[in-house]
């Protein structure tokens, strides 16, 4: 596991928990107790968790930084592909079932697997990534549509008014949505507004939607809601994700299913 992916999941952890114990932690990512508080204060200079003696709380703060996507792609990838291989079964397995495909890089990873999936070649697929959108042209999938508008160069996908006209006289049977952030109060989170606006689109004008999100980003909360966990049928995410989290979200009447890198 890199650095930063454990990183990511410890301030994941923190924020669900409310506190963590440098001991356990260091038992949980089979490290050292120094490697951890080596963590802890680079997740404290940048405002994700605030250190304490024996280990960290969580921070209170709204993240607002960004990746770029191929520092995204290298982030809990075995994670993000076993999630794309468990959202293939939420693919209508009708002719003409009509799907919205999000931004980023696990709903990336699925469209690579849908391009060789049989019913998903035979669905209509709307998307606002062009990444995604090369993917599963270049894999002669013929029913593809790419939204248009202004695009953001950290995210390759496609925002603005354009978009959202387009996607305010569509619907789907289902939208794959990924998040950057997770809670329960917050919601589904994002750091960019336009951004977050689309994703709202497909949450609102879609009859299923699943969230596609490695445990990482649970219990983090970006700056902007585009969806509360009211607007989410089936969270679908890594075993590594916190039990507690997982109750509460359950008792929220959202299906969850929890992935095995191996799977």
């Known amino acids: ?5 454990r990183r990511r999941q410890i301030a994941s952890l ?10 356990e932690l260091a038992g949980k990512f089979g490290v050292t107790a120094e490697t951890i508080r080596r963590d802890l204060a680079v997740l404290d200079t940048e405002g994700l968790v605030h250190r304490v003696h024996g280990g960290a709380v969580a921070s209170q703060s709204f993240l607002t930084t960004e990746f770029p996507l191929d520092a995204r792609y290298r982030t809990a990838s075995a994670a993000k592909l076993a999630i794309a291989r468990a959202a293939l079964n939420f693919v209508p ?27 998903a070649r035979e669905c209509h697929i709307v998307t606002n990534s062009l990444p995604t959108a090369l993917d599963l042209s270049s894999a002669d999938v013929q029913d593809v549509q790419l939204l248009g508008g202004n695009v953001r160069a950290i995210t390759q996908a496609v925002v603005g008014d354009i978009a959202l006209r387009s996607l305010a006289i569509l619907r789907a049977d289902v939208a794959f949505i990924g998040t950057n952030a997770l809670t329960i109060d917050h ?10 606006a689309v994703k709202q689109a497909m949450v609102t004008n879609a009859r299923k939607v699943v969230v596609m ?20 049928d089936v969270l679908i995410t890594d075993s590594d994700a916190p039990t507690s989290f997982v109750e509460e979200i359950e008792r929220n009447g959202v299906q969850v299913i929890l992935t095995k890198e191996e799977e």
């Open 14 to 23: 923190t924020a669900v928990e409310g506190r963590v114990n440098v001991t």
């Open 1 to 5: 596991m890199y650095a930063e992916e």
């Open 93 to 119: 397995d009708k002719p003409g079932g009509s799907i919205f495909l999000d931004s980023g890089t696990t709903i990336n990873g699925l469209a690579s697997l849908m391009a060789k999936h049989p019913p």
């Open 187 to 196: 919601g589904l989170s994002t750091a960019d507004a336009q951004e977050a």
């Open 213 to 232: 999100c490695d445990s990482s980003k649970l219990g983090n909360d970006y700056l902007v809601s585009f969806g509360s966990i009211d607007d989410i």
